[in-house]
């Protein structure tokens, strides 16, 4: 087999296609592949086997991550390092800094949402051996794509083709790596 | 019985192949046009004016404004707060109106969300140079400095500098993330190889993924949810500049939801005079439909009935009050020297935009264009009103003043619509103004329930 060989990449026309060979490709007993689209495909990707992912945990972490820090500057400052009396009133006035806790509680689990969302998806990763088939400029555009990787327990590159042929496609390619 | 038929949000006969090339053919294939050379001739214009009232200001300081004691706070003061203000309705639309489920917002978020960034990139400017001296405003950071100094976290302004940099921060998140499934599509769609690089790049490598779509929809689900409650604590946290100080008008609790229904407001009457040209120049009159031009103005209508009630909850309750000094600045708002400015708020803000109620109106580009200008102008005059007269007869009449901006006041505020128009030039020729990815779901799902 060609050792240089990702995957083999199918194209389809309609997203029902593309949805609809990825539960058959699962079926089968493929596991390493990836579905590509130019917008999201409800139900793809939980037919790859995706399960949940801890975005949302993160955003949570980062946002307590904020509340904290906030609420322990303001708090360490004006009670501990420069206690400042303003006519006898509590140092420790804790409305006062709710709106900065709220501020940073949002910028944190904003930015761990978005730091959190590229680093699980591996991104930027400019390269990948996707690109390398012609076709594929039009995954971000019109058309469905469906990869098996060469990498999968089930490989065998005759029977992918067949497999991936069996379900109507526009074209399949062999993907270099 | 409704005979009625809903206007579409998207004209028929279009699939994901023709919205792609459409949108992204204004960036790749439309040439250089007279209009929007000689737009951005202009606008570049006033930025260089900007430029040179901003040079003047740093060399010889804000005495040459016409700020002074009693009126200290000038129109440095009221821009900042009017350009924060359109700001608002980006984020209310890509974030509030998604969680709604809105579908309308699809075609406008995108322009929406630039025109958020590039307000406030004009918004930030305006403290910073009324500073006096803008070169150490980060002083007004928590840094570990060697005057062994912290910020006052009882001042509002202090609030305003967090909430100011997080709703920027966010905005900018917000909207590069939206946009990076976008810059994909360009990237291949590009022709020349710089200028795929370049996509390519601003892209990070997307490539549509089923597994990276499933997180991109959950972070932007969490980020607009995030966004919601940031753009209403925005202007409430601005309100309260106001509304902390004892001033005679300004110390009033309903200033946090007149302000952000305000700035509501305002943003999306600075939506529909953004909208409306683009829609003309770019022939973009399937995307952005009639039907979006009335849904924009039914929110105007709606916020500017807010704002009335704002304006006449603050004149009963100065009479309610009995406090002498909150009935004269009532009286002296609407008979004083600066009478023509409120009565021209109220006209803008109140009488003009009753003209929504009318479905005639709403379904009128040119109408809603001349009415969302007016309101433009109403909602600065009305901030002019709230910082100037407020200050300019407080308690004591020995220290009352007269206010008038100077030349290089009005030259900043003019320059300032050349940066944002400069910016949004830019953007429209260099960026996808409509997202591309999300109209192609709306084409799917629309030919889906057609079938």
Known sequence: ?177 | MNAEVEEPLVASGYDSASVTQKITDIVLKCPLQRGWLGGFAFAFILLMLFNFAIAWVLSKGVGIWGVNIPVAWGFAIVNFVWWIGIGHAGTFISAILLLLHQDWRTSINRFAEAMTLFALACAGLFPLLHLGRPWVFYWLLPYPDTMDLWPQWRSALVWDVFAVGTYLTVSIIFWYIGLIPDLATMRDRAERKPVQLIYGVLSLGWRGSARHWKRFHMTYLLLAGLATPLVLSVHSVVSTDFATAIVPGWHSTIFPPYFVAGAIFSGFAMVLTLAIPIRKFYNLQDFITIRHLDNSAKVMLATALMVSYGYISEGFMSWYSDDKFEIYMTLNRMFGPYAPAYWLLIFCNVIVPQALWFKRIRTNPAALFIIALLVNVGMWTERYVIVITSLHRDFMPSAWGIFHGTRWDWMTLIGSFGLFATLFFLFLRVLPSISISEMRDLVHKKSESSK
Not at chain 1, 146 to 153: G, N
Request: proline letters at 6%.
């Open chain 1, 1 to 177: 087999m060609n050792e240089n060989l990702h995957g083999i990449m199918a194209e389809f026309r309609e997203p029902e296609q593309l949805l609809n060979a990825v539960r058959a490709a699962y079926e089968v007993g493929y596991r390493k592949m990836d579905a590509y689209s130019p917008y999201v495909v409800e139900g793809v990707a939980e037919a790859l086997g995706f399960k949940k992912t801890r975005l949302p945990l993160l955003v949570l972490l980062g946002g307590i991550a904020g509340a904290v820090t906030a609420y322990a500057m303001q708090w360490y400052s004006a009670v501990i390092d420069y206690p400042l009396n303003v006519g006898g009133r509590p140092l420790h006035s804790w409305p006062a800094f709710v709106p900065i806790t709220f501020e940073l509680t949002v910028l944190f689990a904003a930015l761990a949402g978005a730091i959190g969302m590229l680093a699980l998806n591996g991104l930027p990763k400019l390269h990948h051996p996707v690109f390398n088939a012609p076709q594929f400029k039009r995954a971000s555009q019109t058309r469905f794509f469906l990869c098996i990787e060469s990498d999968d327990h089930n490989f065998r590159l005759d029977e992918v083709r067949d497999f991936l042929q069996s379900r109507n496609p526009i074209s399949v390619t062999e993907v270099e790596k």
